[in-house]
């Protein structure tokens, strides 16, 4: 009774989502929440093992989903028609991992799909609530303070980044789909790994639990909201002059969601977790770098943001990882982050006055211990191998398959 009454209650759950609680408004309006359920449709095709027809009908829920919710706005970025419809055939794929289990076939990996599914959707349902409590709780932002630190390293950088993206409207629009695209290059790296009977020492399912409601957790001690929401319009054309910045906090209507980077954060644990695969290694960290860019291009952090997050990466990487190394790491990237945090609040005035080649220094100092320290943690020697063969599928989804 038990396999049936938990997906009836998500087929319930996703049927008043939809029509009472915004499901379908949200993926036709909400770019982030598009690239999420984009990723639930990796999982349920990779990982689900739905047979041709189910996959096909599936594909048609997607396309008939999308017909009834049209998009009433003009699209954030190219290709967001074909986003939607990746988002809306993921929700399709519970429904018929759904069906499936309550019919009895292949009921053990269709649990399981719906499952992995579930992560993502109480993960934004969870993360959405923190972000408006932080907003709620913490409206003055440290803005200030972090761009006048900023301009230590001898640039407003964000700004700089800023201004080349004003360029080229192709390389702006790229640059926000890469921005975007993070919760699916996440479901993407777990699909990977769920794909292997052997899931390696660090439990990805746990690095993502963490870094999302730890690091939205950290915004509520140190609330900023980024260039772009500070300074408005003066972005990135027009960067302040510091010496009509007071090192304070100023209300600002905007949610706090800056320091540290968890877009830049996200990326650097992708790229550590997929270095067992060249290919695949190069594409993180391709993604990473670029992730960076976007991250200052779009206005949406500034340039200590990012390097705070390579400590905050660690801490959270060592706290999933199995390894002789793992309190070591653990202990290197908590205190690397506390020290940058406390520096913040304790002594900002001392931080925006520094020498540039002293900031450069610290952020060189923490951005190569953290990558020392990883090295150490995870040696290539630990990790698993990304590639797909039939051999090291699971168990369930190996018998599915036959």
């Given at each position: 009774?038990?396999?049936?009454?938990?997906?009836?209650?998500?087929?319930?759950?996703?049927?008043?989502?939809?029509?009472?609680?915004?499901?379908?408004?949200?993926?036709?309006?909400?770019?982030?929440?598009?690239?999420?359920?984009?990723?639930?449709?990796?999982?349920?095709?990779?990982?689900?093992?739905?047979?041709?027809?189910?996959?096909?009908?599936?594909?048609?829920?997607?396309?008939?989903?999308?017909?009834?919710?049209?998009?009433?706005?003009?699209?954030?970025?190219?290709?967001?028609?074909?986003?939607?419809?990746?988002?809306?055939?993921?929700?399709?794929?519970?429904?018929?991992?759904?069906?499936?289990?309550?019919?009895?076939?292949?009921?053990?990996?269709?649990?399981?799909?719906?499952?992995?599914?579930?992560?993502?959707?109480?993960?934004?349902?969870?993360?959405?609530?923190?972000?408006?409590?932080?907003?709620?709780?913490?409206p003055y932002k440290y803005?200030?303070?972090?761009?006048?630190?900023?301009?230590?390293?001898?640039?407003?950088?964000?700004?700089?980044?800023?201004?080349?993206?004003?360029?080229?409207?192709?390389?702006?629009?790229?640059?926000?789909?890469?921005?975007?695209?993070?919760?699916?290059?996440?479901?993407?790296?777990?699909?990977?790994?769920?794909?292997?009977?052997?899931?390696?020492?660090?439990?990805?399912?746990?690095?993502?639990?963490?870094?999302?409601?730890?690091?939205y957790g950290l915004y509520?001690?140190?609330?900023?909201?980024?260039?772009?929401?500070?300074?408005?319009?003066?972005?990135?054309?027009?960067?302040?002059?510091?010496?009509?910045?007071?090192?304070?906090?100023?209300?600002?209507?905007?949610?706090?969601?800056?320091?540290?980077?968890?877009?830049?954060?996200?990326?650097?644990?992708?790229?550590?977790?997929?270095?067992?695969?060249?290919?695949?290694?190069?594409?993180a960290f391709a993604f990473?770098?670029?992730?960076?860019?976007?991250?200052?291009?779009?206005?949406?952090?500034?340039?200590?943001?990012?390097?705070?997050?390579?400590?905050?990466?660690?801490?959270?990487?060592?706290?999933?990882?199995?390894?002789?190394?793992?309190?070591?790491?653990?202990?290197?990237?908590?205190?690397?982050?506390?020290?940058?945090?406390?520096?913040?609040?304790?002594?900002?005035?001392?931080?925006?006055?520094?020498?540039?080649?002293?900031?450069?220094?610290?952020?060189?100092?923490?951005?190569?211990?953290?990558?020392?320290?990883?090295?150490?943690?995870?040696?290539?020697?630990?990790?698993?191998?990304?590639?797909?063969?039939?051999?090291?599928?699971?168990?369930?989804?190996?018998?599915?398959?036959?």
């Amino acid at each position: 009774m038990f396999w049936k009454v938990l997906p009836l209650s998500l087929l319930s759950l996703l049927a008043y989502g939809a029509y009472r609680g915004g499901l379908f408004e949200l993926i036709s309006t909400n770019p982030p929440a598009q690239f999420t359920y984009f990723g639930i449709c990796v999982l349920y095709f990779f990982c689900g093992s739905p047979s041709l027809v189910e996959g096909l009908l599936a594909g048609a829920g997607g396309l008939a989903l999308v017909l009834f919710c049209p998009m009433t706005r003009p699209s954030d970025f190219p290709g967001e028609a074909l986003v939607r419809t990746g988002a809306f055939a993921g929700i399709s794929g519970m429904l018929a991992a759904s069906a499936r289990a309550i019919l009895g076939r292949n009921r053990r990996v269709a649990l399981d799909t719906i499952g992995h599914s579930l992560i993502f959707v109480v993960l934004g349902i969870v993360l959405g609530a923190m972000l408006r409590l932080a907003s709620s709780m913490r409206p003055y932002k440290y803005d200030r303070i972090l761009y006048s630190i900023d301009l230590r390293f001898g640039a407003p950088i964000s700004f700089v980044a800023g201004g080349l993206f004003q360029t080229s409207l192709l390389l702006r629009e790229f640059e926000l789909v890469v921005y975007y695209l993070l919760p699916l290059a996440f479901a993407i790296l777990y699909t990977a790994h769920l794909r292997k009977a052997q899931q390696g020492r660090t439990d990805i399912l746990m690095m993502m639990c963490l870094n999302a409601v730890v690091g939205y957790g950290l915004y509520l001690l140190y609330p900023a909201a980024g260039p772009a929401y500070a300074f408005g319009a003066s972005f990135p054309a027009s960067p302040p002059l510091p010496l009509g910045l007071a090192l304070q906090p100023v209300l600002l209507d905007a949610a706090p969601n800056a320091m540290p980077s968890l877009h830049m954060a996200g990326a650097v644990l992708i790229w550590w977790n997929s270095r067992s695969w060249k290919p695949a290694w190069w594409i993180a960290f391709a993604f990473m770098v670029l992730t960076a860019l976007s991250a200052l291009g779009t206005g949406e952090h500034y340039f200590l943001d990012l390097i705070v997050a390579l400590p905050y990466a660690l801490a959270i990487q060592a706290a999933s990882t199995r390894s002789s190394y793992r309190m070591r790491a653990l202990a290197l990237g908590t205190a690397v982050t506390a020290c940058w945090f406390l520096a913040l609040r304790l002594a900002p005035e001392a931080l925006a006055a520094a020498p540039v080649w002293l900031m450069w220094l610290l952020a060189t100092g923490s951005v190569a211990l953290s990558l020392i320290a990883n090295a150490r943690l995870t040696p290539k020697s630990h990790a698993i191998d990304l590639r797909y063969s039939a051999e090291t599928e699971p168990a369930g989804v190996r018998e599915a398959n036959r």
